[in-house]
Nanobody, 119 residues
Framework: EVQLVESGGGLVQPGGSLRLSCATS????????MSWVRQAPGKGLEWVSS????????DYADSVKGRFTVSRDNAKNTLILQMNSLKPEDTAVYYCAKDGRPEPYYDSWGQGTQVTVSS
């Protein structure tokens, strides 16, 4: 059974930082591209970042580029998202997702962790 469990969300002030983690099990973690996606209040899903099997290539949405860093620890089957210089518009539920391309694009999701950026 594939399991993805996000943690690390919370309430932070603008300009603050959070480190999100996604603990995984039930699949060979280092065989897959992994991604972070988010859903802000009243909005659809937005892709945030992806990382290849060994961390050699990372990609970011323009909205977070330069502020967020994705990484993975294959020894611990864990995906990380370091978020710095947080803005109110980063407020969203953040999900860890396993790549399932070509169809579906993502085939497994975590339960999500809430990130709220507010004064």
């Amino acid at each position: 059974e594939v399991q993805l469990v996000e943690s690390g969300g919370g309430l932070v002030q603008p300009g603050g930082s959070l480190r999100l983690s996604c603990a995984t099990s039930g699949f060979t973690f280092d065989d897959y591209v992994m991604s972070w996606v988010r859903q802000a209040p009243g909005k659809g899903l937005e892709w945030v970042s992806s990382i290849t099997w060994n961390g050699g290539t990372t990609d970011y949405a323009d909205s977070v580029k330069g502020r967020f860093t994705v990484s993975r620890d294959n020894a611990k089957n864990t995906l990380i998202l370091q978020m710095n210089s947080l803005k109110p518009e980063d407020t969203a539920v953040y999900y860890c997702a396993k790549d399932g391309r070509p169809e579906p694009y993502y085939d497994s999701w975590g339960q999500g962790t809430q990130v709220t950026v507010s004064s």
